[in-house]
């Protein structure tokens, strides 16, 4: 490695923590940490830290946590730090100029894309949602843009058909810790390349509605929806009054009115071709596979799911 850099890292879910050990772990100088600030959580709303700041402070390194850093106090608090570069991954503030500016090589980002594909807060998701073959990491110089910074170096992922959420996002969680290491080691000579901005998409915030299924689509776009947004928002459809979950299942061959429960196996009827629930959650219930959601009086055989 060439000789450690004073590092200021920026980040708060889960996705950012092997990133923060990996500059730990290389001998780098993580002189301090930000992270979004404690929030309630859980079905107790009890106050928690967030991953990262968790890790920071299993680390010994001081943690910031200022709700923004759009004024001048925060601003200087930052530059007091006389970082040679940040590393931001999943942070949450947006950062300003003079924020961007105050670090000897500026601000690096770990972007959970193969940029300029997905820009946004859900890079992730789209990608498995929208059927892409592949998905990765992309590490960029930030600009005031939303994404749109310079690309440093690129690492892929594949995205089959029975890749969830949760493993791509765990996949590109770890690439984004290795690949930023790379780059750091060659802070010095790095060659930056435009990103094309008519090649780009928006993959925005998720929201709770997001997760209705419409069964009126392919069954292979739905069971994207379902891969994609589980655990979080989570998909659902609504049959005899009753909202149930649908936490996995796959397409098959089928033909019937869109949304009606075929047969005692599971099968629910496309817009094209059929989706067999494998595992599903009633309202206030628990997790349970279709029998067992048949027999519970949850579903029935003729419903109409929509």
Wanted: with cysteine; charged share 20%; glycine share 10%.
């Amino acid at each position: 490695m060439t000789s450690p850099l004073r590092i200021v890292f920026m980040g708060t879910p889960q996705f950012a923590v092997p990133a923060l050990d990996a500059l730990v772990a290389a001998g780098h100088n993580v002189v301090a940490v930000y992270s979004q600030p404690p929030r309630p959580a859980g079905r107790g709303q009890q106050v928690q830290k967030s991953p990262v700041q968790l890790c920071a402070e299993k680390h010994g390194i001081p943690v910031f946590t200022p709700k923004t850093l759009k004024t001048p106090e925060p601003q200087a608090e930052f530059a007091a730090h006389n970082a040679d570069v940040a590393i931001v991954a999943a942070y949450g503030l947006i950062l300003p100029k003079a924020v961007l500016d105050a670090p000897k090589h500026g601000c690096i980002n770990i972007h959970a894309s193969l940029l300029p594909r997905w820009r946004g807060a859900s890079p992730i998701q789209h990608a498995i949602w929208m059927g892409d073959a592949q998905s990765g990491v992309t590490i960029m110089q930030m600009d005031v843009g939303l994404d749109t910074g310079a690309m440093l170096k690129k690492g892929t992922v594949p995205i089959t058909q029975q890749t969830t959420c949760q493993q791509l996002h765990d996949a590109l969680s770890a690439m984004g810790g290795k690949l930023v290491i790379e780059v750091l080691e060659n802070i010095n000579s790095l060659s930056p390349e435009k990103q094309d901005d008519a090649q780009s998409n928006y993959a925005p915030m998720l929201k709770k509605e997001d997760g209705k299924i419409d069964w009126s689509q392919p069954a292979s776009r739905i069971d994207c929806q379902i891969r994609a947004l589980n655990p979080w928002p989570g998909t659902f459809t609504t049959g005899g009054g009753k909202r149930l979950k649908v936490l996995e299942a796959r397409p098959e061959a089928g033909s019937g009115p869109a949304g009606t429960v075929l047969n005692k196996a599971g099968h629910i009827a496309c817009g094209k071709d059929a989706l067999k629930l494998i595992r599903v959650q009633p309202d206030g219930g628990k997790p349970m596979d279709f029998a067992a959601a048949l027999n519970g009086n949850y579903i029935k055989i003729g419903d109409v799911l929509v």
